[in-house]
Structure formats: structure tokens, C-alpha cells
């Protein structure tokens, strides 16, 4: 029988993957198709829907994406990966949150490309966004909330950065990962750090600037938003790309946090 622990294992891990193939198509896209770049996260599920077992592979990313964002949300409930309740670990838990949030979308998004709900040609996700945006404004102090929320992605676009100047995720990986890791890691999390500034901003301006429902940014268009910056767009997608792969090597050497009776235990190493 296989204990709770190893469940939790094997999502986690499968969210990693999902993770994964996310930002190595995106980061490609970006690379070789300027043209669908301007889809947004739709052109990354529309690339992924056309090749050979890509329905399946669909339902292996809708799994994936919620499992992850599960996990991250794990982390301002129950400090899964145990930062602590100061000022610095609160900051961590939330910017995770934002985090959890942000993949909890494009699992939805996955989601209808996968029932095949998204009408042909749509041309771009932000559409749905917009919608979801625009559902929470109407209510009280919705735009509040989707400036809080914004805050936060600013708050995970430096803990990004920090991460990946710091190399502070090593301790979240074992030893025998390839030696690449650290490398590829910190250059992909700066890019992560570009793009979530970028959807910060967008929910910031929504929200507390009221510019309106339809300037909110999923991955796909905020890294769709920078096409125009030149040299900043081509370091993007590559740190993007580099983070695909990164998250791959994370599927396989990423050490989770064991789940036993007492409830989630970190065990990481130094």
C-alpha cells in the first residue's frame, strides 16, 4: 500500500514535470515563433494539444499545475517548507501563494484547452483573465484584493531574484543533481523574477489604478508584453527556456517534505 507520504511524493513531483514542460515550450516559443508569442499562454496548450499524445498530455499538465499550486499554497497554510513566521518567512509564504495562484490559472487554462473549451482562434489567454479579473472587481473591495495580489507577485519577483543570485534552492535539491543545476536555476529564476514583476504590475495597476480588467497578465502575456524590449524579451525567454529544463531536473532530484502522522515534516539539507 502506498502511505500518504509517497503520494504527496509522486504529486509534487508530477507538478514539477508539469512545470516543466510549461516553461520549456513557452520559452521556445518565444524563441523560434514571434508570431505565436503573441498568444499567450494559448499558444504554449495549442502547441502541446498538436503533437502526438498531447490530449493526454494535457491532463497531465491540468493534474500537474493544480498539484503545484496545492503545494505552494501548502506554504503560507501550513509552512511547508518551513521559512518561519517572521517578517523575511512571511514574505517567503506569501510570495509562494502568489505563486500557487498564479499556476492555479494556467491549470485552468489547461483545463479547457484539454475538455476543449477554448473557442478556435482565440487568440490570447488574457481573455480569461480579463474575465476573472473583471468578476472580482464587481465584488466589494475586489479591486483591493487584486492589488494585494499584485503586491505579492512583486513580493515573489524578489524572492526570485534573491534565489537566483543566492543559489539559496540548492538546499532544496540533493546532492546527486547534475552540476548544471545551480547555473541553470539561477539564471531561470531571474527571468521568473522579470515576468512576475511584470504580472505584479498589471494586477497593481487593476487594482488600485483601476486601468481596467483587461490589462491583467498571465505568463504568457507578460512575457508576450515584452516583445518590443529587444534584448530583455530574448534574455526572458531563454531564462524561461533554462527554467523548463531546471524544473525538470527538480521532478527527479527535488527533495520534498515528508508527510507522517505528526503532519509535514521539512527535511532539507544544510
Given at each position: ?20 514542460i ?18 499567450g ?18 491532463w497531465v499538465?491540468v ?42 490559472v ?15 482562434g ?43 543570485v543566492s543559489?539559496?534552492f ?36 487593476t ?27 530574448t534574455?526572458?525567454?531563454?531564462g524561461?527556456?533554462l ?28
Open positions: 500500500m502506498v502511505d500518504k507520504s509517497e503520494k504527496f511524493n509522486w504529486l509534487v513531483r508530477i507538478g514539477y514535470f508539469s512545470r516543466a510549461l516553461y520549456s515550450v513557452l520559452g521556445i516559443i518565444a524563441l523560434t515563433s514571434a508570431g505565436e508569442i503573441s498568444k499562454t494559448d499558444g504554449i496548450f495549442q502547441v502541446v494539444e498538436s503533437i502526438p499524445g498531447g490530449a493526454v498530455l494535457l499538465l493534474i500537474g499545475l493544480l498539484a503545484y499550486a496545492l503545494f505552494r499554497f501548502a506554504s503560507p497554510l501550513f509552512d511547508i517548507e518551513n521559512n518561519g513566521s517572521d517578517t523575511k518567512g512571511w514574505g517567503k509564504r506569501i510570495g509562494h501563494a502568489g505563486s500557487g495562484v498564479a499556476h492555479l494556467l491549470a485552468w487554462t489547461a483545463y479547457k484547452f484539454a475538455t476543449s473549451s477554448p473557442s478556435s482565440s487568440g490570447s489567454d488574457g481573455a480569461g483573465a480579463s474575465e476573472a479579473a473583471a468578476g472580482v472587481m464587481s465584488a466589494s473591495f475586489g479591486g483591493v484584493v487584486l492589488g494585494i495580489l499584485g503586491l505579492a507577485f512583486f513580493i515573489a519577483a524578489i524572492a526570485q531574484a534573491k534565489k537566483g543559489g539559496s540548492m538546499n532544496r535539491i540533493s546532492s546527486q543533481a547534475p552540476s548544471a543545476t545551480r547555473t541553470m536555476g539561477g539564471i531561470g529564476y531571474a527571468a521568473r523574477a522579470v515576468v512576475y514583476t511584470v504580472i505584479g504590475w498589471s494586477l497593481f495597476q487594482g488600485f489604478l483601476s486601468s481596467g480588467a483587461d490589462n491583467v497578465k498571465t505568463l504568457g502575456n507578460a512575457l508576450a508584453s515584452l516583445a518590443d524590449t529587444g534584448w530583455l524579451f534574455l526572458t525567454a531563454i524561461l527556456l527554467f523548463g529544463l531546471f524544473s525538470l531536473i527538480l521532478a527527479r532530484y527535488r527533495i520534498i517534505p515528508e508527510l507522517g502522522s505528526d503532519g509535514i515534516r521539512p527535511t532539507f539539507r544544510d
